[in-house]
């Protein structure tokens, strides 16, 4: 069987969540083949031809793919399944923004289940997925000739970028389904880590107060630590920081070596997005937050005075 597994990329390079879902799919016991949809995307098909494990990276270099829409680029995976004819048993794709956008669309085409933000895998049909926030784990069998599957990046260590010599294929485009269109795109540049990528987290709640207090106090902490900064729902919605700073059920889903929550109180649903991070730091003036239940250190305190010592004493 082949195991396919969608590639998340800019067009210029392959981002790390690929990885980890290629480390997925090694546990399933298939061939892994990786598809590369995009424009002027060599260097990606490239990155992914190196990647340990892979079998086969499957190409299709078009202009309906430059702005990766889900509807042109699940229409391409369903073509590529098909054209496969029963070969394919799988699709992965890391449940990210991306990757949740567009295979559900793979879903539906398909006429199949989606089996979402997998944690582990028990066999070629069984996979383990959390409900409720994170506090159960429900194990999911599937009938389905094709089963489609999103990957909680954060439960799957990544492969290795290098050590691989895939053969490189190029597959028959699809084409622009016309479904959509690219209006425009507002991006945030930071010179920080990728939230979903860093080793080492720095996030505000409601307890900063304000947007101001948020970059006063946090930034010179997070620029000392190397950190990305986060932020917990409460604080998105009030406006502190913009809404791709969020971590939670909701918000990106994070497993950093360090995650600091400073002035999080710890809804349910931003416990589900960070509880599985290495080490975790609370900083709050309640005694009573349900932060410190899951933090591994927790500092009862103002933190308007304690987030300046530490800064200091970092």
């Keep these: 069987m082949t195991i396919l597994v969608i590639a998340e990329h800019d067009n210029a390079s392959l981002k790390g969540a690929t990885l980890n879902t290629v480390s997925a799919a090694a546990k399933l016991g298939g061939d892994i083949a990786i598809l590369v949809a995009g424009s002027g995307a060599a260097a990606v098909a490239a990155a992914a031809a190196k990647v340990a494990g892979v079998a086969k990276v499957l190409v299709v270099d078009a202009a309906a793919f430059a702005d990766q829409s889900a509807e042109n680029l699940a229409a391409q995976v369903v073509a590529v399944v098909k054209a496969a004819g029963g070969a394919i048993s799988h699709v992965l794709a890391p449940a990210t923004t991306a990757g949740k956008n567009v295979l559900p669309r793979v879903a539906a085409l398909l006429d199949v289940a989606q089996i979402s933000e997998i944690v582990a895998i028990e066999s070629a049909d069984t996979f383990v997925r959390p409900i409720y926030a994170g506090n159960a784990l429900a194990t999911v069998k599937s009938a389905d000739a094709v089963k489609v599957i999103t990957v909680r990046t954060t439960a799957f260590e990544a492969a290795a970028a290098e050590g691989g010599a895939a053969a490189v294929e190029q597959v028959a485009e699809a084409g622009d389904q016309g479904l959509?269109?690219?209006?425009g795109r507002e991006l945030t540049k930071s010179a920080r880590p990728e939230l979903g990528a860093a080793k080492i987290i720095v996030s505000g709640g409601r307890g900063m107060g304000s947007s101001e207090n948020y970059h006063n106090v946090l930034e010179p902490l997070a620029d000392k630590l190397g950190a990305a900064l986060g932020a917990s729902r409460a604080?998105?919605?009030?406006?502190?920081?913009?809404?791709?700073?969020?971590?939670?059920?909701?918000?990106?889903?994070?497993?950093?070596?360090l995650y600091l929550a400073v002035g999080i109180s710890g809804a349910i649903q931003h416990l589900a997005g960070m509880k599985d991070s290495k080490v975790i730091v609370a900083i709050n003036k309640d005694p009573e937050a349900p932060i410190f239940q899951v933090a591994d250190y927790g500092l009862v305190a103002d933190l308007f005075e304690a987030v300046p010592q530490l800064t200091a004493a970092v």
């Design 235 to 257: 604080a998105v919605d009030a406006g502190y920081v913009p809404n791709d700073y969020q971590v939670g059920q909701t918000g990106k889903i994070v497993a950093p070596q």
């Design 180 to 183: 959509s269109k690219l209006v």
